[in-house]
C-alpha cells in the first residue's frame, strides 16, 4: 500500500483527471472553450490559486499542484502531438502549395514583429540586448492554444486556418536562430558569430533532410512488419516510438521538439496507416494539450498583477494590438480578405509558450533582469489566458465585417445576372449543391447558388458558374436572385442550424415558394419541415437505403424486387 501512495506524480494526476473528467466538462456545458477551462482550472489549483491559502488552510495543499517544473516536462508531449496529428492531416504536396505564405507570409511576421517590439522594449529602457531577446520571443505566438482553437472550430481548411498554420510553422522553424542569437547575446561575441550561426542553421536543415529520407525510406516497412503481428500495442508502441523519437531528434539538434513531431505525421500521412493511428492518439493527445493549458494557468502569479494593476493589462492590451496590427496588415499584403486579415491577427496576438524558454535563457544569462523577465512572463501567460475569449470576438467581429463586404462586392454582381424567371436558387455549394447544380444543367434548368464557403464561390467562379458569396438567410440577396420569380429554393448547406434559419427566413417572406431541404437525419427533417421546408431528405436515411438495394442486388435480387422493397421502407422511414 506504501508504495502505491509514494508513486511519483500521483496526486498530481488525480488532481489532473479529475479537472479533465469534471470540471471542464462543465465549461463545455456553459459553452466555455476546454482551452479556457483548461487554464482557468490550471490558475485556480496551481501554487498562485489556492496555494496561497494552503498555508491558513492546510487540507486545500491536498488540492493544490506545486510542481509545475514537473507538469510542465510532462504538458511539452501535448505540444508534441498536436503538432504531430497536424502532420497527419497534411500531405507533403499541400505543404508544398503553402509555401508562399510560410516562407513568405510566416517571415516577414516573424521579421516585421520581432523589429517593431524591439524598438518598443528599447523605448521602456532596456538594454540592446534585452530588446532583442523580447522582440525575438514575443513575436510568437502560442501553437497549442491557436491550433486547438481553430481544430475545435474545424477551421483548419479554411483560409484563416492556412495562413494561421503558416505562420505558426514558420516561428517553429525561427526557433533555432532565435535560441542561438540568445546565447551568442548572453557570451562575448567574436569574429566567428557568422560562421556559428550559419554552422547551426545547417545542422538543423540536415536534421530535417536525413529525417524526411530517412522516414520516407524506413517507415512504411517497418510499419507493415508491425502491422503484420496484428498487435494493436505493438503497433501503437511502434507509432509512438516513431514520434518521440523524430521529435527528441529534433531536439538535440536545436530545433523544437513539435517541430520533429511535425515531420513525423508528415512521414506518417503518407503511408496507409494515418487514418487508424490519428483516431488512436486523438484521446491522448487531447489530454496532454490539456495539462499543457492547466500548466499555463499555474504558471501565472497573480500577486505580481496586483503589484502592476496598471502596467500588466496595458502591457497584454499593447503585445496583441501590436501583434493584431502587423499580422492583419501582412494578411491583407498577401492578397488575403480583410475579415480573415482581421480574425488572423487577433488569433495569433497572444504571446507563445516559447517566450518562457527564452526569457528564463536569457535571465539565467543576465541579459534581462529578473524583475523584467517576470513582468513579461506574466503578460505572456495571460495574453494566453484571455486569447478564447479574443478569438470568439475576433470570430463575430470578422463575420460582421464579411456580411458588409459581401454586400459591397457582390451586390453588383447578382444583378448582373439580369431578370430570371423559374430558375432554381441553391442555398449552398458544397459536395450536395454541386452534385444538384450538375443535375439542373443537365436539364436546361438555370439556377444561382450562394454559399458563405470563400473556397467554394472561389472555385465554382474559376468554372464560370452562376455561384455568389453571400449568406441566403439575408433577404436583400435572395432579393438580387429573384427568388420572387424561382421555381423554387434548395437548402443544401451543411451546417444544421443555419439550414433551419434559412428555411424560415423564406417560408416567412415568401409562404408561396417551394423550399426543398436536404437534412442531416430523421430528426433534423422533421425540424425543417416544422420551419416550412415543402420536403425535408434525411441524408442518412437515403445513403442507407441505397447501400441496402446495392446489397440486396449483390445478393441477388430483381431490379423490380429491388424497387419495391426501398420504396416500402423509405414510406416507413417517414412516417
Known amino acids: 500500500m506504501g508504495s502505491h501512495a509514494t508513486l511519483p506524480y500521483l496526486r498530481e494526476t488525480i488532481i489532473f483527471l479529475v479537472a479533465a473528467g469534471v470540471m471542464v466538462p462543465l ?81 516577414l511576421q516573424v521579421l516585421v514583429t520581432s523589429a517593431i517590439i524591439g524598438l518598443i522594449a528599447f523605448e521602456f529602457g532596456n538594454s540592446v540586448q534585452a530588446s532583442i531577446v523580447l522582440g525575438a520571443c514575443l513575436a510568437l505566438s502560442s501553437t497549442a492554444i491557436v491550433m486547438q482553437l481553430l481544430l475545435e472550430g474545424r477551421r483548419i481548411g479554411t483560409p484563416l486556418g492556412r495562413s494561421s498554420f503558416a505562420i505558426l510553422l514558420m516561428q517553429d522553424l525561427a526557433v533555432v536562430p532565435i535560441l542561438f542569437v540568445v546565447g551568442v547575446l548572453g557570451t562575448k561575441v567574436d569574429s566567428g558569430f557568422g560562421w556559428d550561426l550559419a554552422l547551426a542553421l545547417g545542422k538543423a536543415a540536415l536534421t530535417i533532410v536525413v529525417i524526411y529520407l530517412g522516414g520516407r525510406l524506413i517507415l512504411r516497412p517497418a510499419l507493415r512488419l508491425v502491422a503484420q503481428t496484428r498487435s494493436p500495442e505493438m503497433f501503437m508502441a511502434a507509432v509512438l516510438l516513431t514520434v518521440i523519437g523524430i521529435a527528441a531528434i529534433t531536439g538535440y539538434a536545436g530545433l523544437s521538439m513539435a517541430l520533429g513531431a511535425f515531420l513525423a505525421g508528415l512521414l ?15 484521446p491522448f493527445k487531447g489530454l496532454m494539450l490539456g495539462l499543457f493549458f492547466m500548466s ?18 496595458l502591457s497584454v492590451l499593447g503585445l496583441f494590438l501590436v501583434k493584431s496590427v502587423i499580422t492583419a496588415g ?16 487577433l488569433l495569433l ?8 524558454i527564452v526569457v528564463g535563457l536569457a535571465m539565467s544569462l543576465s541579459l534581462l533582469p529578473a524583475d523584467v523577465g517576470q513582468f513579461m512572463l506574466i503578460v505572456a501567460g495571460l495574453t494566453m489566458l484571455v486569447t478564447p475569449l479574443v478569438a470568439k470576438a475576433a470570430e463575430i467581429l470578422a463575420g460582421r465585417m464579411e456580411r458588409r463586404e459581401t454586400t459591397r462586392t457582390h451586390q453588383g454582381s447578382l444583378e448582373a445576372v439580369g431578370d430570371m424567371e423559374g430558375h432554381v436558387i441553391l442555398a449552398g455549394f458544397g459536395r450536395f449543391g454541386r452534385t444538384l447544380a450538375n443535375t439542373l444543367q443537365a436539364e436546361s434548368i438555370a439556377y444561382i447558388a450562394l454559399d458563405t464557403d470563400p473556397g467554394h464561390v472561389a472555385r465554382a467562379r474559376a468554372e464560370k458558374l452562376p455561384v455568389f458569396y453571400g449568406d441566403a438567410s439575408r433577404l436583400d440577396l435572395l432579393n438580387r436572385a429573384h427568388i420572387g420569380r424561382c421555381a423554387a429554393v434548395v437548402v443544401t448547406m451543411d451546417n444544421p442550424a443555419a439550414a433551419e434559419r434559412i428555411v424560415g427566413e423564406i417560408r416567412r417572406t415568401w409562404p408561396l415558394i417551394a423550399v426543398y431541404a436536404r437534412a442531416r437525419d430523421k430528426a433534423h427533417a422533421v425540424r425543417m419541415m416544422n420551419a416550412g421546408a415543402t420536403q425535408a431528405v434525411p441524408e442518412s436515411i437515403e445513403g442507407s437505403l441505397q447501400l441496402a438495394g446495392r446489397v440486396l442486388s449483390g445478393l441477388g435480387a430483381t431490379e423490380e424486387v429491388v424497387r419495391r422493397r426501398l420504396e416500402h421502407q423509405r414510406s416507413i422511414e417517414e412516417l
Not at 65 to 94: K, W
Request: overall charge negative; hydrophobic content about 50%.
Open 349 to 356: 496576438g497572444q504571446g507563445g509558450e516559447f517566450a518562457f
Open 27 to 107: 465549461f463545455h456545458r456553459f459553452r466555455v472553450s476546454p482551452v479556457l477551462g483548461y487554464l482557468v482550472v490550471g490558475g485556480v489549483i496551481g501554487p498562485f490559486g489556492l496555494g496561497l491559502l494552503a498555508d491558513d488552510f492546510p487540507i486545500l495543499s491536498e488540492v493544490v499542484i506545486s510542481d509545475i517544473a514537473g507538469v510542465q516536462a510532462l504538458a511539452e508531449l501535448g505540444i508534441v502531438f498536436l503538432l504531430f496529428t497536424i502532420g497527419l492531416e497534411l500531405s507533403l504536396e499541400r505543404l508544398w502549395a503553402m509555401r508562399r505564405l510560410v516562407f513568405g507570409l510566416g517571415s
Open 296 to 313: 499555463v494557468g499555474m504558471g501565472i502569479d497573480w500577486r505580481v498583477i496586483g503589484d502592476e494593476p496598471m502596467w500588466i493589462p
Open 268 to 282: 506518417l500521412a503518407e503511408t496507409e496507416y494515418s487514418h487508424e493511428i490519428e483516431v488512436d492518439l486523438e
Open 330 to 345: 501582412l494578411c491583407l499584403a498577401f492578397g488575403l480578405p480583410r475579415h480573415t486579415s482581421l480574425e488572423a491577427g
